[in-house]
């Protein structure tokens, strides 16, 4: 085997760990172009849902809140101050237990 190069044509020091002015690895071939497609997403997405939309639904959801719909005012006021502690874990608890009765009726 041979020895590692200090920082010659493979970038190592005499121990064999990657030296200074190592340029490293070729990285993921994948990721420009899964960059590329996430930021094709955000480019739709913002096209579809632009601030203006954005805000017209919020009103829309905070006008039926005040007309007195309750679902409507549980979503604001989950999404404004977040999930009861308590609520949150007991709807957890509900969900593992449909999941464990799904589970043995297999």
Do not use: Y
Request: contains cysteine.
């Amino acid at each position: 085997m041979d020895d590692p190069s200090p920082n010659g044509g493979n970038g190592r020091d005499a121990s064999g760990r990657f030296a200074p002015g190592n340029s490293g690895g070729p990285g993921n071939p994948r990721s420009r172009a899964a960059r590329q497609l996430r930021d094709r997403l955000d480019d739709a997405l913002f096209k579809v849902c632009s601030p203006d939309r954005l805000v017209s639904a919020i009103d829309a959801i905070l006008r039926r809140a005040e007309a007195g719909d309750v679902p409507a005012l549980k979503l604001l006021l989950e999404r404004i101050g977040g999930l009861p502690a308590v609520t949150a874990l007991l709807d957890r608890v509900e969900e593992l237990e449909r999941l464990m009765e799904t589970t043995d009726e297999h």
